[in-house]
């Protein structure tokens, strides 16, 4: 579950853009579902409060930390993290999370009611609530983890060396080398993002030629190819953006994915039915959904 705020109720909502930017080049680092709106992440550690109807409602700056780059909600506590550090927001305090002192976070979501974030060194740490010590799970990657994302009692995660990890509530993570299985049919993915479905997941990536390319599965070990075509005024088109992070929308089962120059690709469970977004917006690298509400951030919030 990846993000930052950038709301738009897939309404008329324009960008709202900002000039500064941080270290990673944009101004707004991740976006979650929050209660009934959205909460951003904002490169100088804000995270700003946004409601159903896509007001600003409040704007708080992080506590004892710095340095924040991603964040997911459990309940009603939102947990932020750094890539030493978590700390969790609940009931307008912030709580130092337990993290092991040789670990180095890449990346987080909520799972099952607790936390789940992977490491540079191939583990996991699953949290049952934010007040638990944290559960070290090793892993057969070979790679860094770059993203992950979870439903339900499913989660899973990608490296840089495109593998696929999937982990239930026994905690045991299975690994598949997409790749190794793979590039016989499709060629050498590079793949940079996953989004958990109600019944499928997946996993989005770019080819050598930096043409993008999206699969899914309903069990992670037999994948289909899902093209970037749509049909625009009667005629076959062809979206060639790079893509950049994807996330499930629940209500209408359809993956969305956010790709290079703003453009938001939409592939429903009907593969004839992809349509494109061409937002305008920018670089956008993180989005969230709160029912019919979508919120996508980077360069600007859209």
């Given at each position: 579950?990846k993000r930052l705020?950038?709301?738009?109720?897939?309404?008329?909502?324009?960008?709202?853009?900002?000039s500064?930017y941080s270290a990673?080049?944009?101004?707004y680092l991740?976006?979650e579902?929050?209660?009934?709106?959205?909460?951003?992440?904002e490169?100088?550690?804000?995270?700003?409060?946004y409601?159903s109807?896509?007001?600003q409602?409040?704007?708080i700056?992080?506590?004892?930390?710095?340095?924040?780059k991603f964040?997911?909600?459990v309940?009603?506590?939102?947990?932020?993290?750094?890539?030493?550090?978590?700390s969790?927001?609940?009931?307008?305090?912030?709580l130092p999370?337990?993290?092991?002192?040789?670990?180095?976070?890449?990346c987080l979501?909520?799972?099952?009611?607790?936390?789940?974030?992977?490491?540079?060194?191939?583990k996991?740490?699953f949290w049952?609530s934010p007040?638990?010590?944290?559960?070290?799970?090793?892993?057969?990657?070979s790679?860094?983890?770059i993203?992950?994302?979870?439903?339900?009692?499913r989660?899973?995660?990608?490296?840089d060396?495109s593998?696929?990890?999937?982990?239930g509530?026994?905690l045991h993570?299975n690994?598949?080398?997409f790749?190794?299985?793979?590039?016989?049919?499709?060629?050498?993915?590079?793949?940079v993002?996953?989004a958990?479905?109600?019944?499928?997941v997946c996993i989005?990536?770019?080819r050598?030629d930096?043409?993008p390319a999206a699969?899914i599965?309903s069990?992670?070990?037999v994948w289909?190819?899902?093209?970037?075509d749509?049909l625009?005024?009667g005629s076959?088109?062809?979206?060639?953006?790079?893509t950049?992070?994807?996330?499930?929308?629940?209500y209408?089962?359809?993956?969305?994915?956010l790709?290079?120059?703003?453009?938001i690709?939409?592939?429903?469970?009907?593969?004839?039915?992809n349509?494109?977004?061409f937002?305008?917006s920018?670089?956008?690298t993180?989005?969230?959904?709160?029912?019919?509400s979508?919120?996508a951030v980077?360069?600007?919030?859209?």
């Amino acid at each position: 579950m990846k993000r930052l705020l950038i709301i738009i109720m897939i309404t008329l909502i324009g960008p709202l853009v900002r000039s500064e930017y941080s270290a990673y080049g944009q101004p707004y680092l991740d976006v979650e579902a929050f209660g009934e709106g959205f909460a951003v992440l904002e490169a100088d550690d804000k995270i700003h409060f946004y409601n159903s109807a896509s007001e600003q409602t409040s704007t708080i700056q992080t506590e004892g930390v710095s340095g924040a780059k991603f964040m997911c909600s459990v309940s009603d506590a939102l947990v932020i993290a750094g890539e030493t550090y978590l700390s969790c927001l609940l009931d307008g305090r912030w709580l130092p999370m337990d993290v092991p002192e040789t670990s180095r976070i890449t990346c987080l979501t909520a799972f099952y009611g607790g936390v789940m974030a992977a490491t540079e060194d191939g583990k996991f740490l699953f949290w049952g609530s934010p007040f638990d010590k944290a559960q070290i799970i090793k892993t057969e990657v070979s790679g860094r983890f770059i993203d992950m994302d979870s439903f339900a009692d499913r989660c899973y995660a990608v490296t840089d060396r495109s593998e696929f990890v999937s982990i239930g509530l026994n905690l045991h993570p299975n690994t598949f080398d997409f790749n190794a299985y793979y590039s016989e049919y499709y060629g050498e993915i590079d793949i940079v993002s996953v989004a958990a479905g109600a019944t499928s997941v997946c996993i989005t990536g770019n080819r050598g030629d930096e043409s993008p390319a999206a699969f899914i599965s309903s069990n992670g070990n037999v994948w289909s190819e899902r093209a970037f075509d749509y049909l625009e005024s009667g005629s076959q088109k062809y979206m060639d953006k790079k893509t950049i992070t994807a996330a499930y929308r629940e209500y209408d089962d359809c993956y969305v994915i956010l790709c290079e120059e703003g453009v938001i690709f939409h592939l429903p469970a009907c593969s004839h039915c992809n349509y494109p977004i061409f937002s305008n917006s920018g670089r956008l690298t993180s989005l969230a959904f709160n029912g019919k509400s979508f919120m996508a951030v980077g360069e600007t919030i859209y």
